[in-house]
């Protein structure tokens, strides 16, 4: 059985960098588009970014875009999240996903187009 497990979380203080892991374990992630998801304390569940499979194409929310890279070692079965010049507003939980086989690149924005979650791995950026 295939499970997603992030790592790399803790507390930084702004304008610091983080780099997040999500190891595929049981199976490999090839020809999935993965993705970041986040969710605040008392807030909804967010996209932050997604990548296709192999690579070729990202789709970055706008209030990360420039800040956080996302990257894949197809190999390893690994996705990363680097995030630099962190914000306290970037302070949650984060989650890797993997897109359903087939899913459309137009929706890597939708939650509901993932269908294999880790377990998050939090976040926390002090003012």
Same mark, same amino acid.
């Given at each position: 059985?295939?499970?997603? +497990? ?21 199976? #490999? ?49 690994? +996705? ?12 949650? +939980? ?14 890597? #924005? ?12 939090? +976040?926390?950026?002090?003012?």
């Amino acid at each position: 059985q295939v499970q997603l +497990v992030e790592s790399g979380g803790g507390l930084v203080q702004a304008g610091g960098s983080l780099r997040l892991s999500c190891a595929a374990s049981g199976r #490999t992630f090839s020809g999935y588009a993965m993705g970041w998801f986040r969710q605040a304390p008392g807030k909804a569940r967010e996209f932050v970014v997604a990548i296709s499979w192999p690579a070729s194409r990202t789709n970055y929310a706008d209030s990360v875009k420039g800040r956080f890279t996302i990257s894949r070692d197809n190999a390893k079965n690994t +996705v990363y999240l680097q995030m630099n010049s962190l914000k306290p507003e970037d302070t949650a +939980v984060y989650y890797c996903a993997r897109a359903r086989l087939g899913a459309p690149w137009t929706l890597a #924005t939708m939650g509901g187009e993932y269908d294999l979650w880790g377990q998050g791995t939090q +976040v926390t950026v002090s003012s």
